[in-house]
């Protein structure tokens, strides 16, 4: 399936997760502990900015993470730039800017990270998250290929324990060394 088309069914996924999100929930703990559910905002967001960039065959900034104060409009149109620049022709060939990696790989780790933090933010503030079946399929063969050297780059802990009747999102979850119990 299209990189584009997996993009927008994750991000329609993840937008009722945001729009829910009130000022109360902010200072949440959320699964990944070096941030807050506002960090969290603020993180997502700027990945969504900056893998625009990465479609576009630009070198992406992520040496620091700025504070959005206007997340609430921005994260639906931004996400929607991220789905139609992935869906441009050429966007998923060749090397995508400075992260020199195949485009296609780098397109995947901009859907991966809308299904993890998606389902990190519902976590955090008591919501359902369930990812759409081909988004947690591409996600999941994803993390297949890069959990080794995810967890060298630090991007993912050691994979966690995962119960025998864990569903396969429960599966993917401890895979990126998300703890399937944890809890704010």
């Not at 900056?50 to 900034?61: M, T, V």
């Not at 991220?82 to 780790?109: C, D, H, S």
């Not at 299904?115 to 503030?125: E, F, M």
């Not at 060298?152 to 050691?158: G, L, M, N």
Request: net charge negative; aromatic share 6%; glycine share 6%.
């Amino acid at each position: 399936m299209k990189l584009s088309v997996l993009l927008d069914r994750a991000r329609d996924h993840a937008l009722p997760i945001i729009a829910n999100i009130t000022d109360e929930d902010l200072s949440k703990p959320t699964p990944c502990a070096d941030y807050d559910v506002r960090a969290l905002l603020d993180h997502l967001l700027h990945v969504v900015v900056e893998f625009q960039k990465l479609a576009e065959k630009q070198d992406a900034d992520f040496s620091h993470t700025p504070a959005y104060p206007d997340w609430r409009e921005r994260y639906p149109a931004e996400s929607a730039k991220l789905v139609r620049a992935w869906g441009e022709p050429g966007a998923t060939e060749g090397i995508a800017g400075n992260m020199n990696l195949p485009a296609q790989t780098v397109g995947g780790l901009a859907l991966l990270d809308l299904t993890i933090h998606a389902s990190d933010l519902a976590q955090a503030t008591g919501q359902r998250f369930e990812p759409d079946p081909e988004v947690l399929a591409a996600v999941s063969d994803l993390v297949g290929q890069m959990g080794p050297m995810a967890v060298e780059w630090k991007v993912f802990k050691e994979p966690a324990e995962t119960p025998a009747d864990a569903s396969p999102f429960v599966r993917l979850l401890a895979t990126t060394g998300r703890d399937p119990r944890w809890s704010a």
